[in-house]
Structures are given as structure tokens and as C-alpha cells.
């Protein structure tokens, strides 16, 4: 059974930084990418961040330049790295596994941004 577990989201006033961390009990050589998706009441669930096995990556353009994707291939975990927020991030965060065996979703973790 593969598991991803998240950390580090919170409560932050707008301006600040927050570090997402998402650790999978999957192999590292059978994970094909892993990103983040992000979900605020009453929309609909959107990609933020994506990092492929080759190391490219792709962002949306709402977080372009303020947030970055890296990886730490040893732990097979996947960080997001989140500075100048916007009360707009305000949402759940869900880190999200492409892997050979299957897509996987973390639980979700909670990002508030206050104005």
C-alpha cells in the first residue's frame, strides 16, 4: 500500500513562506513525478507544481517565481517551497505520486494565508 504523508502547512500572515513536505513509501526508481494540487472552497482542485524523474518542472502561472518544487530522491520526498503568499493560496494542499504502479493522493494539508 502506498502512503504519502504531508507536512508543514499552517497559518501564515500574507508575505510569509510556508514548506510543504510530502514523504511516499515508494521506491524512488518507480516514481515517474510528484507534485502538488491545491483546492479552496468552492473551486475546483488545480495543479500548482509538478517535478518530473528528469528534473523539469511546471508550475502554474499564479505561483510562478514565489514557490519552488525540489526533491530529496533518497527519502523519495517532494517539498514546496512557498514565499511572498497571497491570501489567495488560502486552500488544501494535496501532494499527488505518478508512479509505475499507480497515481496516489496525500491526505491533504492545510494552507491560511491571512491579508
Known amino acids: 500500500q502506498v502512503q504519502l504523508v504531508e507536512s508543514g502547512g499552517g497559518l501564515v500572515q500574507a508575505g510569509g513562506s510556508l514548506r510543504l513536505s510530502c514523504a511516499t513509501s515508494t521506491s524512488p526508481f518507480s516514481i515517474n513525478a510528484m507534485g502538488w494540487y491545491r483546492q479552496a472552497p468552492g473551486k475546483q482542485r488545480e495543479l500548482v507544481a509538478q517535478?518530473?524523474?528528469?528534473?523539469?518542472?511546471n508550475y502554474a502561472d499564479s505561483v510562478k517565481g514565489r514557490f519552488t518544487i525540489s526533491r530529496d530522491n533518497a527519502k523519495s520526498t517532494v517539498y514546496l517551497q512557498m514565499n511572498s503568499l497571497k491570501p489567495e493560496d488560502t486552500a488544501v494542499y494535496y501532494c499527488?505520486?505518478?508512479?509505475?504502479?499507480?497515481?496516489?493522493w496525500g491526505q491533504g494539508t492545510q494552507v491560511t494565508v491571512s491579508s
Open positions: 517535478l518530473y524523474r528528469s528534473g523539469s518542472t
Open positions: 499527488k505520486l505518478w508512479s509505475s504502479p499507480g497515481d496516489y
